[in-house]
């Protein structure tokens, strides 16, 4: 029997002994608030949140500059094509009469001044056409000009 009382005297120990380990627990818990500690089981689920959102950061970084090489590609690729544009049409353009044909202007800076002089002193464009030698339509071109 003494076999028996030993072990129920150990069990009693060991029960002991866990209510002891508990209420220590429950005391350090308590310092660890007091103290603003975590415990690890919260520090292992925010040091795991923060990996994610470290994981969730790295791949929109790498998915924006995906996105930012694609787009500067199109837009040198679109500048391109718009110098190249640019370039054609600057060949295609001829500048208006460049072989200097057709008839010569009589409208010279010294008789549109002369016209516009006459006109301020009350002349009208008859009078002014036949003073100059053109017609009423050119003076009252070069009057307007």
Do not use: C
């Amino acid at each position: 029997m003494s076999t028996k009382a030993q072990l129920e005297k150990e069990i009693e120990r060991l029960t002991k002994e866990k209510e002891y380990y508990r209420k220590e627990s429950l005391r350090l818990d308590g310092i660890l608030t007091e103290k603003n500690v975590i415990s690890m089981d919260d520090y292992g689920k925010m040091v795991s949140e923060r990996d994610y959102w470290q994981g969730e950061a790295t791949r929109m970084i790498a998915s924006h500059e995906k996105t930012m090489k694609r787009e500067r590609q199109r837009y040198d690729a679109l500048m391109n094509e718009f110098r190249e544009l640019e370039e054609r049409v600057e060949k295609d353009v001829r500048k208006h009469n460049e072989r200097g044909a057709g008839r010569k202007t009589m409208l010279t800076p010294e008789k549109v001044k002369e016209i516009k002089r006459q006109r301020l002193e009350g002349a009208t464009f008859a009078e002014i056409a036949e003073s100059e030698k053109v017609s009423v339509g050119f003076a009252h071109k070069a009057f307007h000009s």
